[in-house]
């Protein structure tokens, strides 16, 4: 299916942004150069943590190194595979250099103005849509993610974080979430509760977890990092709480990082995000987000139907029963943001 084309506005920016990052490097080589004679053997390894021009890779050995990357590779994020050599010395902290990176299993993106699609993380099998309580249980935000999982094939659960908060709610605002997560239920989709302060639901999450190349994604300030003090103690990963002013989640994971389970698995820690822009999307890959419209597809009268107020569409026209009414209304309002060409999905945890 052809993706959505950008502007030539867009297009531009784009090609001016990647001009810009190449008179960088040609003005400000790398002040290390390596030799070959100065490396030892290619061996694979994987990415814990990327930083600008530098890298962190976890050798074979089990021994993490930073490595310079060859101007050669393109594009390198948290859990890609790679083969880098080692240095025969270490010069200015940096170990090694990274040669080449391996195709994809999935890849997780995100749209980005300046850059296009931008990944995130590679080689996910799960997708953890963490919400709460605090600042406020959004099913807009979780619907959002849920397309994009749809769109990787990377198999996504929700997870109800800071469920001590529960008995703060007033019993309708309680009965209202309660009714949003059993609709993902009814889709098809795996629901999770927990809670860090108590521990409520750690053991399952970490259960959940083994055996999988697994990211935390949602909104800042829903408690990602402290969940992974919680299934990871002994990290001490920073976290900070929601601010008291604006209500939001403040600042905490600054860049994606991978940590290891000892008892089986992986988990990305990666940056939140105040707002998940889909706009990159066409409104067929948006439909196709919704899995639960698929009897639906292709059903409307008009080919062009807009799925809003047109005659004849199957969606609107589709009973109760067969699709919920909130997420009908999820699925148009993101119809509706896909010509906001904007900064919409800038990490700002």
Not at 153 to 165: E, F, Q, R, S, W
Not at 171 to 181: N, S, T
Request: aromatic letters at 6%; glycine letters at 8%.
């Amino acid at each position: 299916m052809a993706k959505k084309k950008l502007t030539h506005g867009q297009q531009r920016r784009i090609k001016a942004n990647h001009d810009k990052k190449l008179r960088v490097k040609v003005d400000k080589p790398d002040k290390i150069q390596w030799q070959d004679d100065d490396l030892g053997m290619t061996q694979n390894g994987i990415i814990i943590s990327r930083f600008g021009q530098h890298a962190d890779v976890e050798g074979a050995d089990g021994i993490v190194y930073r490595c310079n990357l060859r101007r050669s590779i393109r594009s390198l994020v948290c859990g890609d595979k790679v083969l880098w050599r080692l240095g025969k010395e270490t010069l200015h902290s940096i170990r090694g250099i990274i040669e080449a990176v391996h195709e994809r299993d999935t890849v997780l993106s995100r749209p980005d103005v300046y850059d296009g699609v931008k990944p995130i993380a590679a080689n996910i099998s799960q997708i953890l849509i963490v919400s709460s309580l605090l600042p406020a249980f959004n099913s807009d935000i979780i619907d959002r993610y849920l397309v994009a999982a749809e769109q990787t094939g990377i198999t996504p659960i929700i997870v109800l974080n800071k469920t001590d908060l529960f008995n703060e709610l007033s019993q309708v605002e309680q009965d209202e979430i309660e009714q949003q997560l059993q609709i993902y239920r009814d889709i098809g989709y795996q629901v999770l509760y927990a809670s860090s302060k108590t521990n409520a639901g750690i053991s399952e999450i970490k259960a959940q977890l083994n055996q999988h190349i697994s990211i935390f994604v949602g909104q800042s300030g829903v408690g990602k990092s402290t969940l992974v003090n919680a299934l990871m103690p002994d990290l001490g990963v920073v976290t900070k709480e929601v601010s008291q002013n604006s209500g939001l989640g403040q600042h905490t994971t600054t860049v994606a990082r991978l940590y290891h389970f000892d008892d089986g698995g992986d988990l990305i820690d990666s940056p939140g995000i105040r707002e998940f822009g889909l706009w990159h999307l066409t409104p067929e890959q948006v439909l196709n987000g919704f899995k639960e419209f698929e009897e639906f597809m292709g059903l409307c009268k008009f080919r062009d139907c807009k799925h809003i107020n047109d005659p004849g569409c199957a969606l609107t026209g589709a009973s109760e029963q067969q699709i919920n009414p909130k997420r009908l209304a999820s699925f148009q309002r993101i119809l509706a943001s896909l010509g906001d060409n904007k900064l919409t999905s800038r990490f700002n945890d």
